[in-house]
């Protein structure tokens, strides 16, 4: 199978995208820290007339990071922007982050033109049920943030520096943050401060929810969440399986994909 690798134009930001197969689009979406290689190995599996296209998003794999820290929209422009090139309307499997933005991209007024079918696979973008602990660390967190804050920028910048190299503050981090540096922290934060609740009435498309029962990143109770928001939501859960279903039970998750995009 021939792999086309190119990279794509977006405001002068160059993402990384490969191409391959032949038939109606299926754009191809990874999730947080992750790259377009983690989703390889399900799509050149997949029998299904489709050309197949893997974007690595700005800030992983071999995508620069975006020159300022983006939300979840800009994230979205820059694949409605990409489709927008190709042959519409498109299909959609998205994983964990990539369901975020999937998300966002169903919900815009006119999507149902740029977009057909969705699968999302533990798909990210709804409210947690945080543990009490959870909030302890966070305003803890806060607390110790705030006297750099007042102080001048170079400063402020040398004293959170220090703050984050501290045993305490490493206790307090999630352990996605504490890997992150520059532009993506600010990212990661933005991401996960917002909520997605407010777009499952808003899409259109036919959507399968395809889960793994044992998903603790985005456990089930989330994936049910929006089956009831999404009017035409389906939800197949995959019993053995974790946040990564499509490499946990490949065989099942196969079989259950090629018959949703069939």
């Not at 109606?24 to 599996?45: C, F, Q």
């Not at 049920?129 to 959870?134: A, G, I």
């Not at 943030?145 to 045993?167: A, Y």
């Not at 998903?215 to 939501?233: S, V």
Request: charged fraction near 25%; charge should be positive.
């Amino acid at each position: 199978m021939e792999i086309n690798e190119s990279t794509f134009d977006f405001n002068g930001l160059s993402v990384k995208s490969c191409s391959f197969g032949k038939g109606k689009p299926l754009i191809v979406l990874h999730g947080w820290g992750a790259n377009s290689d983690v989703m390889k190995p399900i799509t050149t599996s997949l029998k299904l007339k489709r050309t197949f296209h893997l974007l690595d998003f700005p800030g992983f794999g071999q995508s620069p990071p975006p020159p300022k820290a983006w939300a979840i929209d800009d994230y979205a422009d820059m694949v409605q922007t990409y489709i927008q090139q190709l042959e519409r309307p498109v299909d959609i499997l998205a994983h964990s982050f990539g369901g975020r933005v999937t998300l966002k991209l169903c919900a815009r007024e006119g999507s149902t033109s740029l977009i057909d079918k969705v699968l999302i696979t533990g798909g990210a973008g709804m409210k947690p049920n945080r543990p009490v602990m959870y909030y302890i660390r966070k305003y803890t967190a806060k607390s110790l943030k705030f006297p750099f804050t007042l102080l001048p920028q170079p400063l402020s910048e040398r004293g959170l520096s220090w703050l984050r190299s501290t045993k305490l503050w490493k206790l307090l981090g999630s352990s996605d943050y504490k890997t992150l540096n520059g532009v993506m922290r600010e990212v990661f934060v933005k991401t996960v401060s917002e909520y997605l609740e407010s777009t499952l009435p808003k899409i259109d498309q036919e959507v399968l929810l395809l889960w793994g029962k044992d998903d603790d990143a985005t456990p089930l109770y989330q994936a049910r969440r929006m089956e009831k928001g999404i009017k035409n939501a389906g939800l197949a859960v995959i019993d053995g399986a974790g946040h990564y279903a499509f490499l946990d039970r490949s065989h099942q998750f196969k079989i259950i994909t090629e018959t949703f995009f069939k």
